[in-house]
């Protein structure tokens, strides 16, 4: 192998031994791991609890990689409406991207949302969230980008 590839070969195994040491200090099970390029990729899964047990181990994955808090991302897409909750940090020299995907409830006529001041609605199919607005989750009564405890 030449050089590149010995220092690819390198960094990848650094980075999954920073992905080792982050994923074992939080106790969890259930995470899917991918590391490529200096960076890692944590996917919190369905098999890791409901939308609060999620939300928690983004929180502590990201305290852990040093990321302040996590984001909360609301879209419509063509697979419909879709919640992920990111936090990003560094393990060892690698970037850490950690992700939640929340199950958004779709009711008869669309898709239940929250907006300022608490207002609900249902969103109709295939029709975007209004500026300020959020899919209704799980964690519907806590605000986006909820500060991580440290």
């Known amino acids: 192998m030449g ?11 650094e980075a999954l031994l920073a992905a080792a040491v982050l994923v074992e200090s939080t106790g969890a099970g259930g995470l899917v791991v991918t590391c490529y390029d200096g960076r890692i990729s944590i996917s919190v899964g369905r098999a890791c609890g409901d939308a609060r047990a999620r939300a928690a181990l983004v929180t502590a994955l990201g305290r852990r990689a040093g990321a302040a808090s996590w984001q909360r991302h609301d879209v419509c897409g063509s697979a419909g409406p879709r919640t992920c909750l990111q936090a990003t940090g560094r393990a060892g020299s690698a970037e850490v991207g950690i992700c939640a995907y ?3 409830a779709a009711v008869p006529g669309g ?8 207002t609900r609605a249902v969103i109709a199919a295939g029709h975007p969230l209004p500026p ?3 899919w209704v989750t799980g964690l519907d009564d ?6 991580v405890a440290r």
Do not use: C, K, R
């Not at 806590?142 to 500060?147: C, F, I």
């Open 142 to 147: 806590q605000p986006a980008g909820q500060e």
């Open 132 to 134: 300020g607005w959020h």
């Open 111 to 118: 898709t239940p949302a929250a907006g300022p001041g608490g």
């Open 102 to 104: 929340l199950d958004v």
């Open 3 to 13: 050089t590149s590839g010995t220092n690819g070969a390198a960094g990848l195994a």
